[in-house]
């Protein structure tokens, strides 16, 4: 596993992982580890996940919606890990 | 309690209209409920059907209806615009004042619907009361909120060079979810700002219930929540408009039947 370098990307990671399985737990109970290489598009995420995933990366990481999409390319993003990156 | 289906012509416009009457034994409110639009509507059904039942064995007579060309009312989704909503609004609150012979409307409208709700209260002066689930608020944001979940629906099924605006009979489109809606729509959506709307009311009851502390603290930034006829509620349901529409909504019904009383 891709252990992150510095302590910003790791509280964005935690931010991230939080934010998704709150998502996913939001219509039954999902037992799962997110790592950072866990592909985002594999855990049955649809648009309208995404975009609750970006409101709620608002909200943890206190990003203002329009630059959190600057930020994010998500036709470059396969992993958490890219995410985070894109985010750090 | 009994239910209606009918469908009524827009004399104004000339296209019929579809509505689904939710009709108490006494008629103690008559409340309109106002639609969101896109895909939210579809995953707000349920909720609605749920809330009218609920609402009209407490004596609160509901009227259901789908703006012009949105659901099962007339014409194409295409054809959509702002001015006809206004109209439909217009005319389904005077009918239902005929029909039902009071004075007085209650408005329910959710995500768009709340913010039209807002809108016509401004012009109107028989609104009693406007309940807003999740108003939007901010026009520009809801739209980029659109956008991005149109650029993750892309992503999502590797479309790498989509087509997102369209031209069609001389008029320019712009897809949200497979729904085409015309530039002049949008661009109404963009100048949506219903906290300027709220500010300026002065009576009538208003109830916004929202999750969104976000959204609890722009309107406590603008002033609203210090006037007296605006209660706001953070209610810990789950947004049932972006999630399936078997979501439960016991909590949320609940709280809008305390609302009427």
């Keep these: ?88 | 309690m009994k239910e209606e289906i009918v469908f009524l012509n827009n004399k104004a416009k000339n296209y019929k209209l579809f509505m689904h009457l939710y009709l108490a034994e006494r008629n103690d409110t008559v409340c309109i409920f106002l639609n969101p639009i896109l895909d939210e509507k579809k995953r707000v059904q349920r909720f609605q059907i749920d809330l009218s039942r609920e609402m009209s064995k407490r004596n609160n007579t509901v009227v259901r209806f789908d703006y012009y060309a949105t659901g099962d009312s007339e014409g194409e989704v295409y054809q959509f615009s702002f001015e006809n909503i206004m109209s439909d609004i217009n005319f389904i609150i005077d009918y239902s004042k005929r029909r039902f012979r009071i004075k007085l409307i209650t408005l329910l409208g959710i995500r768009l619907g709340a913010d039209l709700a807002m809108k016509i209260s401004d012009i109107r002066n028989d609104i009693q009361k406007l309940i807003l689930i999740e108003p939007i608020l901010d026009g520009k944001r809801y739209l980029l909120e659109q956008r991005t979940r149109r650029k993750a629906f892309f992503r999502l099924n590797n479309i790498t060079n989509p087509i997102e605006f369209y031209k069609f009979k001389e008029k320019s489109y712009e897809d949200f979810q497979g729904f085409l809606i015309q530039f002049e729509v949008v661009a109404y959506i963009a100048e949506l700002n219903s906290i300027a709307s709220i500010t300026n009311k002065s009576d009538g009851d208003i109830y916004i219930l929202s999750n969104s502390s976000a959204k609890k603290q722009m309107l406590t930034n603008n002033k609203v929540l210090q006037k007296n006829n605006v209660l706001f509620s953070l209610e810990k349901h789950s947004d049932f408009w972006s999630s399936l529409e078997m979501t439960d909504t016991t909590n949320l019904v609940r709280k809008v039947l305390n609302l009427l009383t």
């Design chain 1, 1 to 88: 596993m891709l252990i992150f370098k510095n302590k910003k990307e790791k509280i964005i990671f935690k931010e991230v992982c939080d934010a998704i399985l709150e998502i996913l737990n939001e219509e039954r109970d999902i037992k799962i580890v997110l790592t950072p290489k866990t592909r985002v598009f594999s855990l049955g995420m649809n648009s309208m996940k995404f975009i609750n995933l970006f409101l709620k990366l608002e909200h943890k990481l206190n990003i203002d919606l329009d630059l959190l999409v600057n930020k994010i390319n998500l036709q470059k993003v396969e992993t958490i890990q890219d995410l985070v990156k894109q985010l750090k």
